[in-house]
Structure formats: structure tokens, C-alpha cells
């Protein structure tokens, strides 16, 4: 079983660059979402989708798309690479809604984007 | 804006010793969620805490949720270097679909 699979593992872009963040899942899950990592800022959502073909945005969505045309994959595009988009990338997904008490999120082991 | 306090930022103590982290938060969370992360890979959920004044025990690791559903703490007995990564806590409020997340603790154990 292999949960949640994010490619690439790492990525240098230069800055208006374009590229696609992949992510998929095994797992049936219904909820899917996209988070940044930066030192001691924690976790912020980008974007994410309850369901197929239904997407929305979280705290930090600007500079990225998204969209969900089957339940596995739920790739996130970088449209013009910015140097404040380097961050560690993390998708995520779970049965319910967003990591509830029934739904915890599972995460994939992220990207390493570096935007120079 | 619904922030959650997590303290301390960084913690380095010696095997065998200790320790306690904090998340704290002016807001009421229907759940808050403990995460634990290694280096290069994703956070994985370690407990979930539903119930004001709930306490859950994990081997060598007790979570309790305060009374009021605002705030929670991690206590590790006798840490080992195995414990060493990243705790994140994260806090549910059932009318949002977005975790409130805490900025992390980095923890490092000594041998």
C-alpha cells in the first residue's frame, strides 16, 4: 500500500518558470489538499478538494492552481516561479473532511522546491 | 486570525530526561491532532484528542486536552534518541475544513 506518492522529491526552478507538483493517492480518500513548509511557520494550506472535480482555497493560494479530475491525483501548477515560493511542499489526504477527529490526514514525504 | 502557540520552539536535552510541549490557542477546538515529523518525510499522525480534559498515553509519550478545549500538552518520559523529529500539533474546529497548525517543536535527544 503505498498512501500518498509526491514526485519530484526535489526541484530547482528559476524564477517564471512553470511546473507541476504530482501527487497521488491509494487510498480512496475523498479529501486531498496541498500544504507549504517553512521554518517556524508550520504548515499552511494552499488549496485542497473534498471530492472530485470540487476544489477550494485555503490561507496561501496565490501563485498556484490546482484541480481534481479523478479521486487519486490532485497535482498542484506553480504558473510563474517566484523566490517566495521556495518552500518544502506537502500533500495530503484523508477520508473525511481536512483531518477531523475521524479523518486524519496522511501525509506524502514532500517536495523540496528551490526558486532561484 | 486563529493562531496556535506551540512552545517551545526547540528543545535539546539529554536521553533519559523529561520534557513537556505546549499548544495554546484562544480558540475552542472541537479535536486537536499531534503529528510527529523526520527528517524528509511527511508529519504522521501520532494521537487525536476529541474530549476537554481528556489524557491518552502512548508508551513513553501522554497527551491531555485542556478542560476547555483550547489548549494541549505532550509530556515524554525518559526520552530516547528515537524521539528526536519534529511535534506539530494541530487543532480541528468543525465549522472550518482548515487545521489550525502550531509552528512545531523540534526536539533533539542526546545519547
Known amino acids: 500500500n503505498a498512501g500518498v506518492t509526491q514526485t519530484p522529491k526535489f526541484q530547482v526552478l528559476k524564477t517564471g518558470q512553470s511546473m507541476t507538483l504530482q501527487c497521488a493517492q491509494d487510498?480512496?480518500?475523498?479529501?486531498m489538499s496541498w500544504y507549504r513548509q517553512d521554518p517556524g511557520m508550520g504548515l499552511r494550506l494552499i488549496h485542497y478538494?473534498?471530492?472530485?472535480?470540487?476544489?477550494d482555497q485555503g490561507e496561501v493560494p496565490n501563485g498556484y492552481n490546482v484541480s481534481r479530475s479523478t479521486t487519486e491525483d490532485f497535482p498542484l501548477r506553480l504558473l510563474s516561479a517566484a523566490p517566495s515560493q521556495t518552500s518544502v511542499y506537502f500533500c495530503?489526504?484523508?477520508?473525511?473532511?481536512?483531518?477531523?477527529?475521524?479523518?486524519?490526514?496522511?501525509f506524502g514525504n514532500g517536495t523540496r522546491l528551490t526558486v532561484t | 486570525t486563529q493562531l496556535l502557540e506551540q512552545s517551545p520552539q526547540f528543545l535539546s536535552i539529554q536521553e533519559g530526561e523529561n520534557l513537556t510541549v505546549y499548544c495554546n490557542s484562544s480558540?475552542?477546538?472541537?479535536?486537536l491532532q499531534w503529528y510527529r515529523q523526520e527528517p524528509g518525510e511527511g508529519p504522521v499522525l501520532l494521537v487525536t484528542?476529541?474530549?476537554g480534559g481528556e489524557v491518552k498515553k502512548l508508551k513513553r509519550l501522554t497527551f491531555q486536552f485542556g478542560d476547555a478545549r483550547k489548549d494541549s500538552s505532550l509530556h515524554i518520559t525518559a526520552a530516547q534518541p528515537g524521539d528526536t523529529g519534529l511535534y506539530l500539533c494541530?487543532?480541528?474546529?468543525?465549522?472550518?475544513?482548515?487545521?489550525?497548525w502550531g509552528a512545531g517543536t523540534k526536539l533533539i535527544i542526546k545519547p
Open positions: 487510498m480512496n480518500h475523498e479529501y
Open positions: 478538494s473534498v471530492g472530485a472535480g470540487i476544489t
Open positions: 484528542v476529541v474530549t
Open positions: 495530503a489526504s484523508s477520508y473525511g473532511l481536512g483531518g477531523t477527529y475521524n479523518s486524519p490526514l496522511h
Open positions: 480558540s475552542v477546538f472541537s479535536s
Open positions: 494541530a487543532g480541528a474546529i468543525d465549522s472550518n475544513y482548515q487545521l489550525i
